[in-house]
């Protein structure tokens, strides 16, 4: 059994991996590549194996970086069919439209793909359960919940007795909307995630200092820029503005704009699906919408996004993209992070490569559309707010799973060593393997 690394292989983006035998070809994930130009110039490359060849595709959850190349997978031949939940199937539609929708809106010449090529790929999708067991011939295929977002799951296979698990991305579990990370089953080779491979995540009081920053911009008529994912992420932040709002603890001297459109329509998916809700999220969710307080203002158009500039006293702005690399929090980023009263709050990984990650470092100048930017706000970084757990719960998860054969990926290098060395010592595994992209591993039978 073959496995061959198409992406997030020393890197946190552009999930991709083909596994195959002698009779079956599939591929789990497809997403895209973000960060530095060198690694979005991969997105544009022809596959390293023909999609025509791939029997069937496992989709474990839509954030972009792990299905945005899906509907140039298929524009390239691929006519399997796609497998995933029913909430990632919802999210991924809102997600491929709007990918097209910007080639579209950019007049990009050579894109990879169009809105014709995202209903190509809607129309393969394939609808699964949790724990209810599938797949052709001799795969047997389960996916478990993993606690990241909305839908998201791990992948088991069982090969002939032989049992691989594909972790995706783990949840930093418990969180605040959705159930905790399913407990996996014994497996013989694990695909583990490295995101934050190399840390612990601080104990925050996440409302604690999200009250403390409303509180300073309130008394500075300052603003709270906040770059977020607009799946899970924006959902979670208004969940815990409004509980904040409920504790007298929102000044409504603040106005809170969420500027983001494509965050608006995954609300929406979210208050669908109050099955997959955490018991804390059901029982706000029976009293009112969780995701929606009196001072939080919903903009539509560009026109309503450019006139939060013109809105005077303090205001939060929620907006994407969550790295910077694009989207509505780009404009507002040139007004207001010259400003020494603008306070940047980072509630998410900031990759390589990417604006986020230069204001994350320090950066005191920075260049955005070819303007060079002054930057007198403040920076802070919320990491208790992460989605992806950490190296401790990455550490306890491999564990239950009792496999020896551990291949790390979606990590930065420095995060994959640091895991590395733990998982050595926590488990005694002398087989962890670190692959870059193209590389195969012969996964032993």
């Known amino acids: 059994m073959e496995l061959q690394f198409l992406g997030a292989a020393g890197t946190v983006t552009g999930s991709c991996y083909v596994l195959s035998d002698d009779s079956k070809k599939v591929m789990i994930d497809c997403g895209f590549f973000q960060g530095s130009k060198e690694l979005e110039s991969l997105n544009s490359k022809a596959f390293a194996t023909d999609p025509r060849s791939i029997d069937f595709l496992l989709l474990t959850h839509a954030h972009l970086d792990h299905c945005g190349r899906l509907p140039k997978l298929v524009k390239d031949g691929f006519s399997g069919p796609i497998y995933l939940t029913e909430p990632t199937k919802r999210i991924l539609e809102i997600t491929l439209v709007d ?139 208004l969940f815990r503005l409004d509980r904040i709002d409920k504790a007298g603890k929102l000044d409504h001297s603040v106005s809170v704009f969420m500027d983001s459109p494509m965050a608006q329509k995954v609300t929406d998916v979210f208050r669908d699906f109050p099955e997959y809700y955490n018991q804390r999220l059901h029982q706000a969710a029976s009293v009112d919408d969780p995701f929606s307080f009196p001072s939080l203002k919903v903009t539509r158009g560009s026109k309503d996004s450019r006139n939060i500039a013109t809105t005077t006293g303090p205001k939060i702005i929620i907006a994407g993209s969550g790295m910077m690399n694009g989207g509505r929090i780009v404009n507002h980023a040139k007004t207001y992070l010259p400003l020494s009263n603008t306070r940047l709050l980072f509630v998410g990984f900031q990759a390589e490569g990417t604006l986020g990650r230069q204001l994350l470092e320090g950066q005191r100048r920075v260049t955005i559309d070819g303007q060079p930017i002054e930057v007198n706000a403040q920076i802070f970084d919320l990491a208790g707010l992460s989605s992806h757990a950490d190296q401790p719960k990455l550490v306890n998860w491999a564990k239950k799973t009792g496999a020896q054969n551990i291949i790390l990926t979606h990590g930065e290098d420095y995060a994959r060593k640091g895991l590395a060395e733990k998982l050595v010592e926590q488990t005694g595994s002398k087989n962890i393997q670190t692959p870059h992209y193209l590389d195969k591993i012969m996964l032993p039978l």
């Open 99 to 237: 990918a097209a929708r910007v080639y579209r809106e950019h007049n990009q010449e050579n894109s990879l793909f169009n809105e014709d090529d995202v209903a190509k790929t809607l129309s393969l999708c394939q609808v699964v359960e949790y724990d209810s067991e599938f797949g052709p011939s001799d795969f047997r295929i389960n996916y478990k919940n993993a606690g990241h977002i909305l839908g998201s799951a791990f992948i088991q296979l069982d090969l002939s007795g032989h049992k691989v698990t594909f972790s995706a991305d783990l949840g930093n579990s418990p969180q605040e909307l959705i159930e905790p990370t399913d407990e996996p089953s014994s497996a013989s080779t694990i695909i583990l995630e490295s995101t934050y491979g190399d840390r612990v995540h601080q104990v925050q009081d996440t409302d604690g200092e999200l009250s403390k920053h409303i509180a300073a911009i309130a008394k500075d008529a300052g603003t709270l820029m906040i770059p977020s994912f607009s799946i899970e992420r924006t959902q979670e932040l």
